[in-house]
C-alpha cells in the first residue's frame, strides 16, 4: 500500500448543496499544511448515491493507503450510519454547535434535509435578491446613472479595481443594489464627481489598487497596451486618489484582498447593513 | 428583566470576513424554531472592536433578558477569552473540527488570522474567477454567442426562469463560464436549437419552471403585462420543454430551489466539476 503524507482524498457530503460543507471544510484545511484533492458530493439522499461514494472512498483508501477526510452533514440516520462506517476521518459539520445550541437554550431541534436559501421558504426574500442583482447588472460599470435613489452604494474606481465582481457579489450574497462607476483614461485630465453624484455623496465609497497590481490584472486582459502600462496605472490611480481624498470619499485599497474580503470590509466601512437572504 | 423566549439576538463575528460564520450559524439556526435578530462583526482584530462588540452583547443580555446566541471564529487568544467572558452563549465554528482533524491526522494545525479567498495566496485562482464572471457577463441573456468553445456550460431558458442569476452564481462561486440564452416570444412559433449550439450540445442544460410560479416572477417585474399573463407563461414553458425533450437536453425545474441549488444540482447532472476558489 503507498503512503503519501502529504496529499489527502477530501469529500464534501451533504444532502443539500454541500455548500456549507465546502465553506467549512476549506477553512479547516486552511490551517494544515498538506496538499489535498478535493470532491464534492451534493444530494446524497439514497442508498443509490450513498454507494457511489462509499466506493470513492474505498478507492480512496486502498490507493493512497491513508483515510480520506469527510465534511459531512447528513440528516437520514441510515445513510449517515454507512457513511461512518466507511474507511474515512468523518467530521459532521453541524453536529456538535447544534447539541450546544440545543443544551443552551433549550429548545429541540428539528433536523431537517439541507435546504439552503430555500425559494418556497421565503419569496421576499428571493425577490430581494434577484432584484438586487437585477440592478446591479444594470448599473455595472457606469453603463446606467438613472434610478440612483434605489441604490445602496456607489463604487468608484479605475478600471480592473475590482468594482464589477465586488458589485455582483454584495447583490448576490447581501441582496444589496450596486452601482459601480469606472474612472477612464479619458476623464482623467480634470478629474472631478459627476454632477449624478452630488445628492448620493453618503453612498459613494472608493476602490484603489497598487499601481503594480493593476499592471498585472490589466496585462492578464490586454498584454502590452498603454492601458496595462505601469506609468498609465501610476497616473490614474494618483488622480482618482486624489479625488477620493478631495471630495473625502472613503476608500479601500483591494489589491491583496479576495472579493469577499472587499464587500465586507465596504458594509463594515459604510455601516450598510449584510441582508441575509 | 423582560423575557422572551421567541426571538434570540444572534451574533457572527469573526477576524475575518465572518461568512463562514455566517454561512454555518445560518444553518444551525434552520433547525431551531425561533426568531433571530442577526448582526454580524467582521474584522475583530482589535481590543476597540471588541469592545464594540462586548457593548452590544451587554445590551442585548440586559434589553432581552436572555442572553444572545455567538457564533464565532477569533485567533488571537486575548480577544477570544474576552469574547467567551461575555454574558452570551459562544460557539467557535472551527475549534472542535480542527481539533479532531490534527488528532486524526497527527499533523498541528496553525491558526492562522481567516483570510477566505486571499488573492495573495493564489493569483491564478483569483484571475480564473475573475475571468469566469467576466466571460459569464458578456455572455448573459444571449447578447454574445461568439467564443462558445470557451464555455463550460450553457443554460436555456424561458425568460425568467432563473438563467442569469444562476449564471453569476456559478462564475462566482466555482469559477465557471456560463452561457445564458432566453427563448423569447418571437422565437417561439417554430422553436429550433440555434445552430451556435449544435457542435456544443454536449453542454447544453436547460432550465424550466411552473407556469404559476413564472407568472408570479413576471409579475413582480411587469404587472398586468401579457408577458405575465398565465396562458402566454404555459404556453412558452410548453414550447420550451418539448424542444429540451426533442433535443435530449436535460433540464431541470427550478421553481422551488434556490440560486445555490440550481447551480449545484446543474454540477452534479453535468458531470461539472467544481473549481473551488
Known amino acids: 500500500m503507498p503512503t503519501n503524507s502529504q496529499s489527502r482524498d477530501v469529500f464534501y457530503v451533504s444532502d443539500g448543496t454541500a455548500i456549507t460543507c465546502e465553506t467549512l471544510g476549506h477553512v479547516v484545511l486552511g490551517q494544515f499544511q498538506f496538499d489535498v484533492n478535493e470532491k464534492t458530493f451534493p444530494f446524497v439522499e439514497s442508498e443509490d448515491k450513498?454507494?457511489?461514494?462509499?466506493?470513492?472512498?474505498?478507492?480512496?483508501y486502498k490507493n493512497k493507503g491513508n483515510k480520506p477526510l469527510v465534511f459531512f452533514s447528513i440528516v437520514i440516520p441510515e445513510l449517515k450510519k454507512k457513511l461512518l462506517d466507511a474507511p474515512a476521518h468523518c467530521y459532521?459539520?453541524?453536529?456538535?454547535?447544534?447539541?450546544?445550541?440545543?443544551?443552551?437554550?433549550?429548545?429541540?431541534?428539528?433536523?431537517?434535509?439541507?435546504?439552503s436559501r430555500s425559494v418556497s421558504k421565503d419569496s421576499k426574500s428571493y425577490f430581494d435578491r434577484i432584484n438586487a442583482i437585477e440592478y446591479t447588472l444594470a448599473h455595472d460599470d457606469g453603463i446606467?446613472?438613472?434610478?440612483?435613489?434605489?441604490a445602496d452604494i456607489i463604487l468608484l474606481g479605475v478600471s480592473r479595481s475590482g468594482k464589477t465582481p465586488t458589485s455582483l457579489y454584495m447583490a448576490m450574497q447581501f441582496g444589496l443594489r450596486v452601482v459601480n462607476y469606472p474612472y477612464i483614461q479619458e476623464d482623467m485630465s480634470s478629474l472631478k464627481l459627476?454632477?449624478?453624484?452630488?445628492?448620493?455623496?453618503?453612498?459613494?465609497?472608493?476602490?484603489?489598487?497598487?499601481?503594480?497590481?493593476?499592471t498585472e490584472i490589466r496585462e492578464n486582459r490586454l498584454a502590452g497596451s498603454k492601458y496595462a502600462d505601469i506609468e498609465q496605472c501610476i497616473s490614474e490611480i494618483e488622480k482618482v486618489e486624489a479625488l477620493f481624498r478631495r471630495e473625502a470619499i472613503p476608500y479601500i485599497n483591494t489589491s491583496s484582498l479576495s472579493v469577499e474580503e472587499i464587500s465586507a470590509r465596504i458594509l463594515e466601512r459604510s455601516g450598510l447593513r449584510r441582508r441575509l437572504l
Do not use: A, C, M
Open 92 to 115: 459532521d459539520v453541524l453536529e456538535d454547535i447544534v447539541k450546544k445550541v440545543k443544551n443552551d437554550i433549550q429548545i429541540e431541534p428539528k433536523p431537517k434535509l439541507q435546504r
Open 194 to 214: 459627476l454632477k449624478e453624484f452630488e445628492v448620493h455623496r453618503h453612498k459613494l465609497f472608493g476602490l484603489t489598487i497598487l499601481p503594480e497590481r493593476l
Open 144 to 150: 446606467k446613472l438613472t434610478n440612483l435613489n434605489d
Open 50 to 60: 450513498l454507494s457511489d461514494l462509499l466506493k470513492e472512498i474505498s478507492n480512496s
